[in-house]
């Protein structure tokens, strides 16, 4: 799916942009930035911008509202990606305290997980349900999930009894679920039928002994099931991430159960839900070739890659050379190397971050205005544009705040990052770097103070 820039207002914006600043010159930044002129129009050759793909590192995932489970695999196509796989952890708050179940006789415990709306990775997102199957895995958590503890998607939790192994489906988050007549948003229901989830619903409805306290507090409740973790069947051939909603009131546990009281049956249920009090952390995890992260100086590519996989950091190692300037305009240009496959789709937006003092990646301030000014990335840009309907691709973005503070010498280091808008995005792209053909560009119009 390629997607085209024709919003009016961007290109307003961008004509407005280059004209701004009256007594400004444009210039490519270069290996040497010696004013010699007022009129001198700089140029630039291809080290003015240094590329470098780099492992991301884990970002806090806790209490996300959405999360991703899945796996893919493609070590021996053309990009050599490598593997990736999500999945998450949660527990569950109690719908109500004090429940009690007398004479209830056990049907099912189902846990259901809503959809995102946005479509799935590792299928043609138009293909509804998926051509490909899907075996995930749920097991029973041994260890606390603390709230408010800001994990991160490195995070790993211990795990103990499999509440079910290879549950099979065709993801579909289109399709809506008809249950007993009733139409339900579109959501996935996997049955906890497995030995220890049996054993499980039956303690939930006849609680014995030391067991019989964890209807009475959500904290006793989490004490005792600390929940469970949601995972690809380590083996299987999965090649999709399917993303969900964490804090849906579809995503929950369910457990039905019959009420015999008075010679009846009657059925009931008791839901144990993901909002409020529960908490929830996705992680991934990557297998990476070397090619991808060696940075030879014969390089003409760098890649980005979701899920924290791969950032693209860009070194500006002699902006700060141009001295006591006003940046007017600062655009960069980016071309796209390998666009991907209808399977595995390109971002629709690469989001530019700076480091801080604490090695957190935050956006830059060109994006925090846009998001402040408008509500969206427009006025920064970041989106995957084609060129005049060529088959030729490219990210344009506009970091002039960002290059001020660079030139000023108030940032970490001279260099921003490239990533997809959110670890959750399962999403990658090939890029080239100042090696390659078409190699990326940083276009400034700026305006030399008077006596600098």
């Known amino acids: 799916m390629k ?50 793909t780099i492992k991301a590192e884990p970002t806090e995932t ?17 990009g050599e990606w490598g593997e990736s796989s999500a999945s998450f952890y949660m527990n569950f708050r109690l719908t109500s305290t004090g429940a009690t179940f007398p004479n209830a006789v056990f049907d099912s415990l189902v846990l259901t997980l809503a959809y995102d709306n946005y479509g799935h990775y590792g299928e043609l997102l138009t293909d509804k349900p ?24 490195d995070a790993v939790f211990s795990t103990s009894e499999v509440l079910k192994s290879g549950f099979l489906f065709y993801p579909n988050d289109t399709a809506v679920v008809n249950l007993n007549g009733t139409d339900l948003v579109p959501h996935i229901r996997i049955k906890l ?27 006793n409740f989490k004490d005792w099931f600390k929940g469970v ?62 090619l991808l992260t060696d940075n030879l100086p014969t390089d003409t590519v760098v890649f980005v890659q979701g899920l924290d996989g791969l950032h693209t950091k860009i070194d500006f190692p002699y902006v700060q050379n141009l001295g006591d300037v006003i940046i007017n305009k600062a655009e ?40 402040n000014n408008v509500g969206s990335y427009l006025l920064f840009g970041g989106f995957f544009e084609e060129i005049n309907d060529t088959k030729t ?22 260099a921003i990052y490239l990533t997809t808008p959110s670890a959750l995005d399962p999403e990658r792209i090939k890029l080239i770097n100042h090696n390659g053909v078409n190699k990326a560009v940083l276009y400034l119009t700026y305006t030399k103070l008077q006596g600098s």
Not at 138 to 147: G, Y
Not at 199 to 219: C, M, R, V, Y
Not at 261 to 274: R, V, W
């Open 332 to 371: 960069l240009v980016i071309m796209v190397a390998d666009s991907g496959t209808k399977d595995f789709p390109e971002p629709i937006v690469l989001m530019a971050k700076i480091k801080d003092s604490d090695g957190v990646l935050n956006y830059i301030k060109d994006v925090n205005t846009s998001l």
């Open 393 to 414: 691709y490219l990210y344009r973005m506009h970091i002039a705040e960002q290059m001020q503070s660079i030139v000023d010498g108030v940032t970490l280091e001279p």
């Open 229 to 290: 973790h949601v995972r690809p069947t380590p083996g299987a051939n999965n090649n999709t991430a399917v993303r969900l909603l964490s804090k849906d009131p579809m995503t929950k546990l369910i457990l039905y159960y019959s009420d015999t009281s008075n010679g009846g049956s009657t059925q009931n249920t008791f839901e144990f839900l993901t909002n409020e009090d529960a908490e929830i952390v996705s992680s991934f995890s990557h297998v990476h070739p070397t």
């Open 62 to 78: 806790f209490n996300r509202a959405q999360m991703v489970c899945g796996s893919f695999s493609d070590l021996n196509s053309l």
């Open 130 to 153: 998926t051509t490909a199957i899907q075996s995930w895995d749920v097991l029973r958590l041994s260890e606390d999930i603390i709230e408010n503890e800001p994990y991160k998607s």
């Open 3 to 52: 997607y085209k820039l024709k919003s009016l207002l961007y290109s307003f914006l961008a004509v407005g942009l280059f004209f701004a600043g009256g007594c400004s010159k444009s210039s490519q930044l270069g290996l040497s930035l010696v004013e010699e002129s007022q009129s001198e129009i700089l140029t630039s050759d291809s080290t003015s911008l240094v590329f470098n």
């Open 193 to 219: 039928d497995d030995p220890d989830a049996l054993n499980l619903a039956e303690t939930f409805l006849h609680p014995q002994g030391a067991d019989t306290s964890i209807f009475e507090s959500n904290s």
